[in-house]
């Protein structure tokens, strides 16, 4: 089993920025993904931004832009760093790792943007 815990949400105004942290527990397996997606009330969870392999990313089209995903492989550990914040990238951020085919979920973050 793998644990996920991700922090860093909060609330923020149009236009600010957050950064948020994902880190997952020691597997004797190797960390195929590490990826963040979010869900708003009402709405399918989404994909925002993925690692894959430890170094191949991948984003979301409506975030690219605004978004930065890193990791520190040795920490099992990712980020996401988001500016310019719009007001429908409120949801709850969920993060993700998948080992050996399996996928594990943390808790979840909310971020809210609002004025």
């Known amino acids: 089993q793998v644990q996920v815990a991700e922090s860093g949400g909060g609330f923020v105004q149009p236009g600010g920025s957050l950064r948020l942290s994902c880190t997952a527990s020691?597997?004797?397996?190797?960390?195929?993904?590490m990826g963040w997606y979010r869900q708003a009330p009402g709405n399918q969870r989404e994909l925002v931004a993925a690692?894959?392999?430890?170094?191949?990313?991948t984003y979301a089209d409506n975030v690219k832009d605004r978004f930065t995903i890193s990791g520190d492989n040795a920490k099992n550990t990712i980020y996401l760093q988001m500016n310019n914040l719009k007001s429908e990238d409120t949801a709850v951020y969920f993060c993700?790792?998948?080992?050996?085919?399996?996928?594990?979920w943390g808790q979840g973050t909310q971020v809210t943007v609002s004025s």
């Open positions: 690692i894959i392999g430890g170094s191949k990313t």
């Open positions: 993700k790792t998948i080992v050996r085919g399996h996928d594990f």
């Open positions: 020691r597997t004797i397996y190797p960390i195929y993904a």
